[in-house]
């Protein structure tokens, strides 16, 4: 890690213009002007600049993150895009690594997740978040790129004329202001030669480079050209304005050629004026088109085309006038004005005057836009290089201070400039000094120090050839000395001169120039210096040798009193000199032409940064050289007059000599006596004050001053001592005097405003001091290390800095701003002085702050301690700090983390927040800071932190009274801090104590509750409250709540601007953002996100965040909600991270926990189950799971865990459901992993199987097991069908293994022993077990959920369905029984009393069992025996599970006897209402006991006299002649496909004893016929005879439905007899019938009906499945049994019936012999159908068809023994019954008895036919 060592790095400044010659000065020797010396460093030195000032930062790669799935239950996301990679893949070949998330720089270790951290803060910006800082220092070249200043290269390419280019041509080019009619720049000079003339050093002719402040429409190029002065008689310049098309004759060149050579003078020509920037065309120089103007065009066009705000208007250059390449346009200038008379700038622009002839010529200019370099600014230490884009936006104003930045950006380069690569500045580019540079409010920044000089006119009374020889003499002693060396030559490449000569004005009276001479001047003038210019006449005339000038006269022009005029001055001309002309003792012997007027009129223009206008600043430096030299009066007092007269020097003399200013005065205050210090220092505050007062862009920081402190300032290069004892001495006395109440004066405040500067100024004094020291002793490569500071200079800062805090203090109480201001400067100089100093040193400035604002104190000395602490803990060394102490940790951090918890304690809201962000962006920097990315740095920083855990530990409440958003910020800070830590420090976090732990755990619910990823398409987010999405105020825009408060300011930066695509958008998350960008392009699409914005904050006032985010672009809404899911997985994936730390740490026992119900795990546990978590997350978590289940087993297990278990269990059901495989197959493993639990803790699964019971059942309530088909009707849905899979896997041996291995659990096996037990305690088989009754459960909720609409007319499905549920929920006795009493309802409802009643026995048996079984009833086994009686349903399996179930909610303890007593009331309620009797009394018999054990003696009685009217209804059932039936059964059989389930089953329905035949056929006909569709229609097989499945009709379906009998239990079935079943009642018995038979007669030849000898009969008896009364109305048949009776056995059968009625009416015992009436009448019912004659289908019919004929010979002999038998007992029952009958008639039956007689009579004779026996026998 790099200590604090410093970094200065020198730049060296660069020339304003390359032609501006001060090396003379440099040679000078200024010891004898201190002043001098002083301005001279002051421009040469190299910028001192300190890299470390403003931090540095280096952040690792910005992390790229994964699409992180969220699967619902019915999506498959993961398998979409795997698909759509897929498809990717092979439309590009090359495929990328994109699963590969990229570390870029960052470790990885080995945690589950990527850290929530980056997506937390996926923008983080630190030079964004420090510049939201109150009083953040703004580094001074980072300026805003709006560099004004274009900077244009002119380059002459050419110069053509009609008549052909002979003699060489001499110009000029500057800029110049036609409305303010002023040249900017100095001139660029060229020369065009005719091609014979060139030679090969000449080719390259150079470029002129200009400067601009900003395009303005009055810029143009003024362009003027010289020839050779004109040979008097010989080819004058008219012939290049000709206008018909003339070339030169070839004597006319000849002669131009020699002239040209021999004449050195020069005359002007022509002149043209184009405007740069102008787009309406022919406006200038008067009518004449001038060439459109070459840079309007590319302005607006391609070329400069960096943000141009004004738009000018687009001039397609004409035809010849230009052609654009590139950035550089080529004008042709064609309009050439000649010069007829002397023409003056005025004359220039004067539209009235005559327009000349145009020269037919053309000059090719190439103009470019300069590019100045980009090269960095500081090679790269910044991201801020200031490329100088020449971006002129609206500010035609006052664009000095950019110009400045400009100026100072291009100089310190340490490159040369290079421009953007095609147009290198080459050696040969001239920069042309800039004259605004004299004008402009900064400081100069270069050496120069030069005069030019504009002769005008001559005014003369006779015509002459004039030109004027200019000098720079010293004195006017020696008229023949030779004059300096200073004059700058015309010709290129040329050195200083001793004169310079001006053009000729021929023939001329008023002869006018146009030249500018330029003057180089000596470092100091003494009044002797002076210009002469020498007039000459020359003949122009060709002679024998060149024409010699002959001098006319001389003017002086003194130096020190004209130099800084700019105004015209006007000279008498001498003729002669001699000596001492300048004198006025001189000037009276002096002779003068024109009578002495002052006919020569000149103009000066004077460019220094040596030679200060301003004569209070030239008294300043002079009285500061006397100083210096001591040639003054010790006691300085004019010095401290021109010190104080300093602040009335004009604004911009002062700024453009600050530098040198500041310079001086600090050397007073570092070196001179007391009152000169003060002195000093007050001028200095002044000067600042000012300078900062006028401050251009209104910065905290005045620019110029930055850079002042940043760049120029070196401490006098360590020629003298330091200044920062001085200073802080000087200002701390000011200060003290304050705080002893002494007046001050105004100064004092300035001082504090200006406090910055000062600070600055003295830790870089101290830093240069430091460097200085140390840099020789230094081994390379090494830091320099910190500096101590004396004693002495230590407590005077220590002082002025409490007397700085106490300002602060007390002005902050009154509110000003610049208390706040001040507060940020101490904090600043804190935290240079720790780059610096010994850091120890700082810390007690850091105390003595902390103890001026100790505590929670007010909100605006709170908010200034925060900022205060901000501004510190930036420092890049912040991590690598030491404490107070040598042994001590971190001291800063420390500071930072009390405070920062007292400020989350405090009642300002802002505050709070304030707080929670410095955390965040602090850790954010240490998290990306590419320093800080092994992981023991990482450790270092996390253990820098933990203390903050602990605090929030022990002050929840603190932790929970911050918002939601408060509560982010400081969980995921939590969050990353225990990621980086060491589980040693983390385990120690634990052992404190238990309600600390659960503390520790309560923090990571609150991560897992507030940074949950919620899907708007989530239907099954059991437990995630879906609350509406919270309107926010349309103020704050809050695209999101759970990332960082600065996302939404990302957010809606971003929407302002036009969203651009991101480039890397495409590479990061494969095919999505494809999508996305697909609708970018498209057209329909309005792309101005500004718009929708707009719309949507208007369409709702409080726009909700949710409405927002659909108003963000899909780039960034896409972006938005990577973020999030990233964040919510990592997130997520940590805290899982960390509950396996702490779970095998719980494993040791080495922690504080409740290790009887480890809830720190459990409530995680359900915590994370009941979110939405990513792909990601469930596949890490099954491992974990796993082996926390593996420790913790038998606590997790236990009955304390109940309500855990339960959760868990639901959650895993719930995920079996999901469509995405990955998720469910990892269910079913948790389902496994539940299940081995089980049986290594219990060594079975009953109580597992209850729990799943339970959560199955309410996981039904939640999950759509149906869905709607096509064509109406519903069908099983996806999740019921994916359930049952699940549930199948589950208890599937052979899969598995590749199960495990598929969701990471390789090594795990569930039938592996556990150590120390011999046996294994997995049984696949119980798991197959519990696997099918789930599954039971499922089919049972799916068949209920599909009967839907049928619910109400099917009424028999639906009892079905409500039985299957209650069975399959059998394990549950609360389930059970609640779906037994829906049962009971529903038959209720259909009146089917007894079916109800038995529902309720049912349940009453449940009770009873469970009672019983724990012992703790009045009721024993027989009597759960006595109930299985009534109702078979009553099973034993329950009874083990009835205490498995013991879950939370569900259980034994509703089963109490009452409940039990309950039920049976209501079982005989319904028994009764069905008039099953005997039942009712059987159920009594249960409740008395109860009632016994309790003595209720009421109840008894009740009871009792219940019993009573139940036996008396018995009896009156018994003794009804007509005998008692209870219901009536059919068998009804189902044929056809459309019935489903019901297909070719039979079933016996139970109905109402009323219901016939006709309608059981209406009813069921009714239900069925619902269900066809236009396929399938309804028959019903009218007869009994068995069916043929494979013989019916496809597409009919079929009903057959019979009549059936119940069977008695002691019934024999193979009896021939014909069944009346009142034969069988012979005793009071339960109605409980399980088989029930039918008969059917048939014939064998295939008739359907036949005589009595072929008449067969098939008896059918079928089996139910169970008996009836049932818990619901049909019965399936499970067995069916048919016997066949021959013809004559049926015959038999009939007489055997009728003989055993008859017998059966005279044997019965009646009650009393009194009541005979009953036993006549049915008596007489029988005996009529058996004698009377006409019945002939009875016994005589017998006869006739057995007896007689051909069929008596088939019946074989016994069979025909029998059938007489038969016959013979048969009357003589009827005999003796008629004796019977003739006792028992009155009167009023006489005549019926004499029938019957009548009737035996004839029969038995009839008889005697066939069996003649009969007689005898009778």
């Given amino acids: 890690m790099s200590s604090n060592g410093h970094c200065f790095r020198r730049k060296p400044r660069q020339q304003v213009a390359a032609n501006l010659n001060v090396d003379t000065l440099l040679d000078e020797n200024l010891e004898q002007w201190p002043h001098l010396n002083e301005l001279v460093q002051c421009y040469k030195t190299d910028w001192i600049k300190d890299d470390n000032k403003y931090g540095h930062y280096e952040s690792v790669g910005s992390i790229s993150f994964q699409n992180q799935i969220f699967e619902g239950p019915d999506t498959d996301i993961e398998t979409e895009m795997n698909l759509a990679n897929a498809r990717h893949d092979k439309i590009e070949d090359n495929t990328d690594d994109d699963d590969v998330p990229s570390t870029s720089g960052r470790q990885r270790t080995e945690h589950y997740g990527e850290s929530p951290l980056p997506s937390y803060e996926p923008v983080f910006d630190w030079e964004n978040e420090r510049s939201m800082i109150f009083g953040q220092r703004i580094p001074e070249s980072n300026i805003p790129h709006t560099t004004s200043g274009l900077k244009i290269s002119v380059k002459v390419l050419s110069l053509t004329f009609q008549a052909g280019l002979v003699e060489p041509f001499y110009g000029t080019i500057s800029l110049y202001n036609k409305e303010r009619r002023e040249k900017l720049s100095e001139d660029f000079i060229f020369r065009v030669l005719p091609s014979e003339m060139q030679d090969a050093s000449s080719s390259s002719e150079p470029r002129g480079l200009f400067y601009l402040d900003a395009p303005s429409s009055s810029i143009c190029l003024l362009i003027q050209l010289e020839k050779c002065a004109t040979e008097e008689g010989g080819v004058t310049p008219s012939v290049y304005s000709r206008k018909e098309p003339v070339h030169l004759t070839e004597r006319e060149k000849q002669k131009l050629q020699v002239w040209s050579r021999m004449m050195p003078y020069r005359e002007s020509f022509s002149w043209a004026i184009i405007p740069l920037f102008d787009s309406n065309i022919g406006s200038a120089s008067g009518g004449s088109a001038s060439p459109s103007s070459p840079l309007a065009h590319s302005i607006s066009g391609v070329s400069l085309q960096e943000g141009v705000s004004a738009p000018t208007a687009k001039v397609t250059l004409d035809g010849q006038s230009g052609h654009s390449s590139g950035n550089s346009v080529m004008v042709e200038v064609s309009n050439l004005n000649k010069v007829k008379e002397s023409y003056t700038e005025d004359s220039l622009l004067d539209p009235k005057r005559k327009v000349h002839k145009p020269v037919k010529g053309v000059l090719q200019l190439e103009i470019e836009k300069v590019q100045a370099a980009n090269t960095e600014y500081d090679n790269g230490s910044y991201n801020d290089s200031i490329t100088n884009e020449l971006d002129h936006g609206d500010r035609l104003t006052d664009s000095t201070v950019n110009e400045w930045r400009n100026i100072h950006s291009t100089r310190h380069n340490e490159q040369p400039l290079n421009g953007s690569g095609h147009a290198d500045l080459t050696i040969n580019d001239v920069q042309a000094f800039d004259f605004r540079t004299m004008i402009r409010n900064e400081p100069f920044l270069q050496l120069f120090h030069c005069l030019y000089v504009y002769p005008l006119t001559v005014h003369l009374s006779r015509k002459r050839n004039l030109f004027i020889r200019i000098e720079l003499r010293d004195d006017d002693t020696d008229i023949r000395k030779q004059s300096s060396e200073v004059m700058y030559s015309r010709e290129p490449g040329a050195s200083l001169q001793k004169w310079a000569h001006t053009q000729v004005a021929p023939g001329s009276r008023v002869a006018s120039y146009h030249d500018e001479i330029k003057v180089s001047l000596p470092s100091m003038w003494t009044p002797q210096h002076h210009l002469l210019f020498t007039f000459f006449h020359i003949d122009l005339q060709t002679k024998l040798e060149a024409p010699k000038p002959v001098v006319i006269g001389y003017a002086a022009l003194p130096l020190s009193t004209h130099a800084q005029l700019r105004s015209d001055i006007s000279l008498p001309i001498m003729k002669e000199l001699i000596p001492h002309y300048l004198q006025d003792s001189g000037k009276e012997r002096l002779d003068y032409l024109e009578d002495g007027k002052s006919i020569f009129r000149l103009r000066l223009r004077l460019c220094s940064s040596l030679y200060p206008i301003s004569e209070r600043i030239r008294d300043f430096f002079l009285e500061y050289d006397r100083h210096t030299l001591r040639t003054s009066p010790p006691w300085g007092s004019e010095l401290l007059e021109a010190i104080n007269s300093l602040k009335n020097v004009d604004s911009t003399a002062l700024l453009q000599f600050i530098h040198p200013i500041l310079n001086m005065l600090l050397h007073l205050i570092g070196n001179g006596g007391e009152t000169l210090q003060v002195a000093a220092f007050r001028a200095m505050v002044n000067i600042l004050t000012r300078v900062q007062q006028e401050s251009v862009d209104e910065a905290e920081r005045n620019i110029f001053l930055v850079n002042y402190v940043d760049y120029a300032f070196d401490d006098f290069g360590g020629r003298q001592t330091p200044v920062y004892p001085g200073l802080s001495t000087v200002w701390g006395s000011l200060a003290r005097s304050k705080a002893k109440g002494y007046r001050v004066g105004p100064v004092y405040d300035d001082v504090l405003s200006m406090a910055w500067f000062f600070l600055e100024l003295i830790v870089k004094s101290m830093a240069l001091e430091q460097t200085r020291l140390m840099y020789h002793n230094l081994p390379p490569g090494e830091d320099i290390p910190p500096m101590q500071l004396k004693e002495g200079v230590f407590r005077c800062i220590l002082q002025l800095y409490d007397c700085l805090l106490t300002e602060v203090h007390e002005r902050c109480k009154r509110g000003l701003s610049l208390a706040k201001r001040l507060n940020s400067s101490l904090a600043f100089f804190c935290y240079d002085l720790l780059s610096t100093i010994e850091p120890r040193q700082v810390f007690e400035l850091v105390s003595l702050y902390l103890d001026k604002f100790s505590g929670v104190c007010q909100s605006v000395l709170h908010d200034c301690k925060l900022t205060f602490l901000q501004i510190i803990c930036d420092h890049d060394l912040f991590v690598e700090m030491p404490g107070r102490d040598p042994s001590d940790r971190n001291y800063l951090s420390s500071v930072l983390i009390q405070e920062l918890f007292l400020t989350w304690d405090h009642d300002d809201l802002s505050q709070r927040a304030k707080a929670a962000r410095i955390l965040v962006v602090l850790l954010c920097k240490h998290d990306f800071d590419s320093r800080y990315q092994k992981p023991e740095d990482k450790l270092y920083i996390a253990q820098l932190y933990f203390p903050l855990v602990g605090q929030i530990l022990d002050e929840m409440p603190v932790f929970y009274n911050l918002n939601a958003v408060e509560k982010r910020e400081v969980l995921i800070v939590v969050l990353q801090i225990l990621r980086n830590l060491d589980d040693a420090s983390l385990v120690k976090a634990w052992q404190q104590n238990v309600a600390r732990t659960r503390l520790f755990f309560k923090l990571l619910e609150d991560c897992l509750i507030l940074f949950e990823h919620k899907r708007s398409v989530d239907t099954m987010l059991i437990g995630g409250s879906s609350r509406s999405p919270v309107a926010d105020a349309p103020m704050s825009p809050k695209y999101t709540d759970r990332l960082s408060p600065a996302i939404n300011q990302y957010l809606s930066e971003a929407s302002r601007q036009e969203v651009r695509v991101y480039p890397q958008s495409a590479s990061e998350n494969g095919y999505l953002w494809q999508r996305a960008n697909s609708q970018l392009s498209s057209p329909s699409q309005p792309f101005s996100l500004r718009e929708a914005l707009a719309q949507a904050q208007s369409s709702r006032i409080g726009a909700s965040s949710q409405a927002l985010r659909e108003s963000l672009h899909p780039v960034l809404r896409q972006k938005l909600e990577l973020w999030e899911e990233n964040l919510s997985a990592a997130i997520s994936l940590q805290i899982l991270e960390i509950t396996e730390k702490f779970s095998k740490a719980a494993a040791s026992h080495s922690i504080a926990t409740d290790y009887g119900k480890l809830d720190c795990i459990t409530s995680i546990f359900t915590s994370i189950f009941s979110r939405s978590q990513s792909l990601a997350f469930w596949k890490s978590l099954f491992p974990v799971f796993n082996s926390v289940f593996q420790l913790h087993g038998s606590t997790l297990m236990a009955r304390e865990n109940d309500r855990f278990l339960k959760q868990i269990a639901f959650h895993l059901l719930r995920l079996a459901v999901f469509r995405n495989d990955s998720v469910r197959k990892r269910a079913v493993i948790g389902l496994q992993i539940l299940v081995r639990s089980s049986f290594s803790h219990f060594t079975q699964t009953a109580r597992l199987r209850a729990m799943l019971t339970i959560t199955l059942s309410e996981l039904m309530s939640d999950v759509q097991v149906t869905q709607m088909k096509s064509d109406g009707t519903l069908e099983e849905s996806g999740e019921a069908r994916r359930l049952r899979k699940s549930l199948e896997e589950m208890a599937d041996e052979s899969k598995n293994e590749t199960l495990l291995k598929e969701c990471g659990l390789r090594d795990v096996s569930f039938v592996d022993t556990p150590e120390g037990s011999a046996e294994i305690r997995w049984s696949w088989s119980e798991v197959k077990f519990l696997s099918n009754s789930l599954l039971l459960a499922l089919d049972a909720s799916l068949e209920h959920a599909l009967l839907g609409s049928l619910m109400n007319t099917d009424r028999y499905a639906a009892a079905e369905s ?121 159920i009594l018999e249960l409740v008395i006991p109860v009632y016994k054990s309790r003595r209720s003696y009421g109840q008894l009685a009740k009871c009792h006299s219940m019993l009573t009217n139940i036996y008396e209804s018995i009896l009156e059932q018994e003794s009804s002649p007509i005998p008692f039936t209870d219901a009536t059964y059919y068998r009804v059989g189902f044929y056809g496909e459309k019935f489903g389930k019901l297909d070719k089953k039979e079933y016996v329905y139970r109905e109402p004893r009323d219901v016939r035949l006709g309608d059981i056929m209406e009813k069921l006909s009714h239900i069925y016929e619902l269900r066809m569709d236009g396929n399938h229609t309804l028959h019903i097989i009218p007869d009994s005879r068995q069916v043929k499945a494979d013989e019916l009709q496809p597409g009919v379906c079929y009903l057959q439905i019979t009549a059936v009998d119940p069977v008695m239990e002691d019934e024999d079935l193979g009896s021939r007899r014909e069944r009346i079943f009142s034969l069988s009642t012979g005793s009071v018995r339960a109605r409980v019938f399980d088989r029930f038979l039918f008969d059917t007669p048939f014939t064998k030849n295939g008739k359907t009906q036949g005589g009595l000898e072929d008449q067969w009969k098939r008896r059918t008896v079928v089996q139910t499945e169970g008996s009836f009364p049932a818990l619901v109305n049909r019965l399936l048949v499970t067995k069916s049994e048919s016997l066949e009776f021959s013809p004559v056995e049926n015959a038999i059968g009939m007489i055997e019936t009728r003989t055993a009625a008859l017998r059966n009416e005279l044997e019965e015992p009646r009650s009393s012999d009194g009541d005979q009436l009953p036993r006549l009448q049915s008596l007489q019912r029988i005996l009529q159908g058996s004698v009377a004659v006409q019945v002939n289908s009875g016994v005589l019919s017998v006869c006739t068809a057995f007896l007689s004929g051909e069929p008596a010979t088939r019946l074989r002999s016994q069979e025909l023994q029998q059938l007489i038998a038969a016959l013979l007992e048969f009357m003589a029952v009827c005999k003796r019954a008629i004796r019977v009958h003739f006792r028992l008639i009155g009167d009023e039956d006489q005549d019926f008895h004499t029938q019957l007689v009548n009737g035996f009579q004839s029969l038995t004779a009839e008889l005697s036919h066939y069996i003649p026996a009969i007689l005898s026998e009778l």
């Fill in 1362 to 1482: 409500f039985y299957k549920l209650a069975m399959a929920f059998a394990p549950v006795p609360d389930l059970h029984i609640m779906w037994l009493l829906h049962l009971c309802d529903a038959h209720q409802e259909m009146q089917s009393w007894a079916e109800a009643a038995q529902c309720a026995v049912a349940v009453a048996g449940v009770v009873m069992q469970a009672l019983v079984s724990r012992n703790d009833g009045v009721w024993s086994n027989n009597h759960v025996t006595a109930l299985r009686k009534i109702c078979p349903m009553v099973s034993t399996e329950i009874t083990s599970e009835t205490s498995a179930a013991e879950v939370e909610g569900y259980g034994a303890s509703k089963l109490t006897v009452d409940s039990a007593v309950k039920y049976l009331q209501l079982a005989n309620k319904l028994f009764s209402q069905a008039e099953l009797y005997h039942f009712c009394g059987s």
